[in-house]
């Protein structure tokens, strides 16, 4: 499947200007930006992990600590503290440019939009040696119009940013294996580098890419005479190196307390259970690949038979060696999230643009054919139908932009599919990418801001800039609806309160004070307010649907009453 790069624009990209053709890294970063910029900045901070790596990020800077990682009073002793030292880095050059400030959620996510960038550029500038250039550059425009990475580039956390490493460092181990008497001490050394780099966004979860690659790699070539070109002598501590300092200091800082929860809490926990109930069976990405990866899931899948047919040829087998056994530690893990599989997203969709810019591809069998744009449908109308519906189960009302997503996703379906059966592999890849553009755009910029009972936190801060202006966050506490958005929002002095009791209890501890009480802790509440002969007054309510947990909250305020 391996193709070379044409001497003139490919004629195949014929939704593409020459102009941009002739610049493919500009034409991808364009893509990029008009893919993940509709809802970038409007889309409030979602719960949990976008909102807790924000406020972590948030508290770094307020406070000056750049090695403890808290969120309100609690440390988070959970994932290294990279990602929080970029957002960190972007929130002070917003602040010194006027552009943004530290309430800013997008001013967070910035990381995420240049980490995905660059997973792309790196995507398209590696996957030229292993798939040819035309083939490199679709694969790229695939990757950045995947739904998941859409998301990732959309919220404040690690894993856009984690593929940019993992993109890069396995696009140096490609050269290595491919031409180990050519690759140099420098591109080693860059090799080592990134993985200590991604070491510091996402612990042991960058480096278990390129491992298990080069076990796979080594057992079924039986050898490995790539291993001395990524001079590994040298280049594990270069590794550590570039790692430890931070991991000396937060174990000195914590007491030895972060490698106690990192991992025997969360890793273990993760791997062992459903951690936060995001358990799934063996099969969970398999399954969900065709809404992960869409709109391009279907021309991996057309493209699969044929790549392990080839999988004797040397890109081939790098690229399969890149995905196959990750994947199958993805599968075995017991925590699953759809963003998990992501580093391995590049391979597969290098191998989906090789199969369908290769002139002499061998078709896959009529039946997987139909399998694979039945996927490409279900999942694009699936989501343009949630999207309609969206607004009338929330609002009781259809919203414009919900209902747009149903014809853009079923213009996407009807020209992909078109394209396919006229034999234009590559033309159809490249037009689902760009047809992907108004449907994100209608859903994330034009239909998900505008869904204000998702949005509790917003509203809740508010309401208490009305209600009770100049409240300190260390005067407000919140029982109910406990969620990291809320501490964003608010301020980090927040107290989460647990039950009713609590809160009529942190009412009455000292004046000024406001407490947020959810519906299902009102009678509680109440009780031990009368208890305390606490009298208290109602200053506003809150009512929003708590996506994390599927179900409506009513918020009421209250303060110390006359």
Known sequence: MHISAPSRPDRSFGALPEALQRRPRLALVLLCLALWLPGFFTLPATDRDESRFAQAT???????????????EEERNKKPAGIHWLQAASVHLLEATRLGNRQDIWAYRIPSLFGGILAVLATFHWGRSLVGRRAAFLGAAMLASSLVLVAEAHIAKTDAALLATVAAAMGLFAQAYLRPGQFTARQAAAFWLILGASVLLKGP?????????GI?????????????????????PLLVAAAAPWFVAIGVATEGRFFQQAVGGDMLSKIGSGEEKHGGPPGFYLLSFGIAAFPSAWIV???????????????????LAWVVPSWLVFEAVQTKLPHYTLPLYPALMLLGAAWAMDPLRRMPTRWWQRVALAVLALAGLGLALAAAVAGDVLLR????????????????VWVVARAARQGAWGCAGLLGALLAIPLYA?????????LAPLWIAPRLAATLAVAAPGLDSRDFG??????????????????????GTDAARFLGAGPGRVVAV???????????????NLPVQEIGTVTGFNYTRGRWVTLILYRQGA
């Open 216 to 236: 796979t790699l080594a057992v079924a070539d039986r050898g490995a005479p790539w291993l001395r070109a990524l001079r590994p002598g040298w280049g594990l």
């Open 58 to 72: 948030k508290q770094m800077v307020d406070s000056g600590d750049y090695v403890r990682i808290r969120v309100g």
């Open 442 to 450: 209608a859903v994330l910029e034009g239909l998900a801001p505008r």
């Open 478 to 499: 919140i029982t109910g609806h406990s969620e990291p958005s809320v501490l964003f929002a608010v301020g980090g002095g927040t107290s989460l309160l647990r039950t």
């Open 518 to 532: 959810g519906n299902r802790a009102e009678q509680d509440f109440q009780r031990e307010a009368a208890a305390l």
């Open 301 to 319: 899948l057309c493209a699969l038979p044929t790549a392990w047919r080839e999988r004797l040829n040397p890109p081939t087998r790098f690229l």
């Open 205 to 213: 979860v960058g480096p278990m890419v390129p491992l298990l690659a």
């Open 397 to 412: 009302r259809l919203l414009g932009p919900g209902l747009l997503a149903l014809p853009f996703a079923a213009l996407l």
